[in-house]
């Protein structure tokens, strides 16, 4: 089914670790984000791709690296876990660069729980 | 820098009645897109309903139809006919085109049968 694929779906770190949530699309999107959802706070932008080779941070950047490593796939690290990063992400495409015509595409989530 | 708010933080209505959500927006823009968004139990985000701000007819899709006042920078969307299956979280979001979709904190939805 095409679509935004994410892995893992579920994770448990302990505080400290590090892992990296993988993204991929197979819309042939330009563009790529990652938002982070917490209770009552909505969905917060972490980092976005315009297209391949170009990241920018987004509203909450800090604790995250994120790796575009082709059109495809977008890659998101906690290098040092910390609870705070206790979270539902979620990855998204869209098409026309940032242009919302044919909207976001998101993914089903990753709910990570840093113990 | 664009902002989205939805005041009420949770809704409720008798199935087949209808509900109206709420949000507000502030943007320096004249052309840009709103979006609601549904998020049932399953976490997946859902389309439901977008809108040119360049277009004044407001936007409908089958019960789900919104009230786009640009004056007023207000999009509400109304449900009719609620369905048990209309329950869950929405959320408002407004994309200016050249920077990327931002949210509001959200309105859960339940539907009292």
């Known amino acids: 089914n095409a679509g935004v694929t994410q892995t893992p779906k579920f994770q448990v770190l302990k505080t400290g670790q590090s892992m990296t949530l993988q993204c991929a699309q197979d819309?042939?999107?330009?563009?790529m984000y990652w938002y982070r959802q917490d209770p009552g706070m909505g969905l917060r932008l972490i980092y976005y791709?315009?297209?391949?080779?170009?990241?920018d941070k987004g509203e909450v950047p800090n604790g995250y690296n994120v790796s575009r490593l082709n059109k495809r796939e977008f890659s998101l690290r906690l290098e040092s876990a910390a609870p705070s990063q206790t979270s539902v992400y979620f990855c998204?495409?869209?098409?026309?660069?940032?242009?919302?015509?044919?909207?976001?595409?998101f993914g089903s989530g990753t709910r990570l729980t840093v113990v | 820098a664009q902002t989205v708010t939805q005041s009420q933080p949770e809704m409720s209505v008798q199935e087949a009645e209808t509900v109206t959500l709420s949000c507000t927006y502030d943007?320096?823009?004249?052309?840009?897109?709103l979006f609601w968004y549904k998020q049932p139990p399953s976490r997946q985000m859902i389309l439901v309903i977008r809108?040119?701000?360049?277009?004044?007819q407001n936007a409908t899709e089958n019960r789900f139809s919104v009230n786009f006042q640009k004056a007023a920078k207000s999009f509400s969307l109304k449900i009719s006919d609620s369905q048990l299956g209309d329950a869950a979280m929405y959320f408002c979001?407004?994309?200016?085109?050249?920077?990327?979709?931002?949210f509001g904190k959200g309105t859960r939805l339940s539907v009292i049968a």
């Open positions: 998204a495409s869209s098409e026309v660069g940032q242009g919302p015509f044919g909207g976001y595409t």
């Open positions: 819309m042939n999107h330009n563009s």
């Open positions: 791709s315009a297209s391949e080779g170009t990241t």
């Open positions: 943007t320096s823009e004249s052309d840009y897109y």
């Open positions: 809108q040119e701000a360049y277009k004044q």
């Open positions: 979001a407004m994309d200016e085109g050249n920077t990327p979709l931002v």
